[in-house]
């Protein structure tokens, strides 16, 4: 058909839709590149850090310039299942020069509820991620695939026994003739507009 269009192109399900998420993390073998040592905040998360290994130090014997501290991000996709992967990008928060070719730590994410969906670790790479990607902005850096969904987080999409779409762009016109062709396809009344920009 002329000028068709798929429903998946023009709308979206009401529910579905990626969760962000966000920790703090660690960078660490760094080669003198991380923070310096007037960023007390790296020095106290080291210093935690190592008395959970069962290595007890004072954050004032702590040497943080192989070190940066990150702030961890990533998008969790709608229906990820426990065991997927995806990729983290790190954005340094102190006043580290770089913090390519360092290993991120053990870091959970968590959603704004303070839930943890997804743990993550690795090698980092330089630059963002697709547009953000730049080997001179030596301070962000990704986790290719670094981090591991250890909770699943279960989409809510049907209302009291209906699905609602969403329009991108809503429009009266564009509206009308999704809810008519549906009800055309289906035989008999099915969808109905509730205004410019919703179907159920």
């Given amino acids: 058909v002329a000028n068709a269009a798929r429903l998946k192109d023009i709308t979206q399900i009401t529910g579905v839709r990626e969760n962000q998420l966000v920790g703090f993390g660690l960078v660490v073998g760094l080669s003198g590149t991380g923070d310096s040592k007037s960023t007390r905040y790296t020095k106290k998360a080291i210093a935690s850090m190592l008395s959970k290994i069962g290595m007890f130090?004072?954050?004032?014997?702590?040497?943080?310039?192989?070190?940066?501290?990150?702030?961890?991000?990533?998008?969790?996709?709608p229906f990820a299942r426990i065991g997927d992967r995806?990729?983290?990008v790190l954005s340094s928060i102190g006043d580290a020069k770089s913090i390519a070719g360092g290993t991120l730590v053990l870091t959970p994410l968590s959603a704004p509820t303070h839930e943890v969906y997804v743990v993550g670790q690795g090698s980092v790479s330089q630059g963002g991620m697709g547009d953000q990607a730049n080997t001179t902005h030596k301070?962000?850096?990704?986790?290719?695939?670094?981090?591991?969904?250890?909770?699943?987080?279960?989409?809510?999409?049907i209302y009291d026994g209906h699905i609602?779409?969403?329009l991108i762009n809503p429009d009266f016109t564009t509206a009308n003739r999704i809810v008519n062709n549906i009800n055309l396809e289906l035989g008999g009344v099915f969808a109905s507009a509730d205004n410019s920009g919703n179907i159920k």
């Fill in 57 to 77: 130090t004072s954050e004032d014997d702590v040497n943080v310039k192989n070190t940066a501290a990150v702030m961890v991000t990533a998008n969790l996709k």
């Fill in 86 to 88: 995806l990729d983290l």
């Fill in 139 to 157: 301070t962000v850096g990704t986790v290719i695939q670094g981090g591991i969904v250890e909770k699943h987080h279960e989409a809510n999409f």
């Fill in 164 to 166: 609602e779409l969403t």
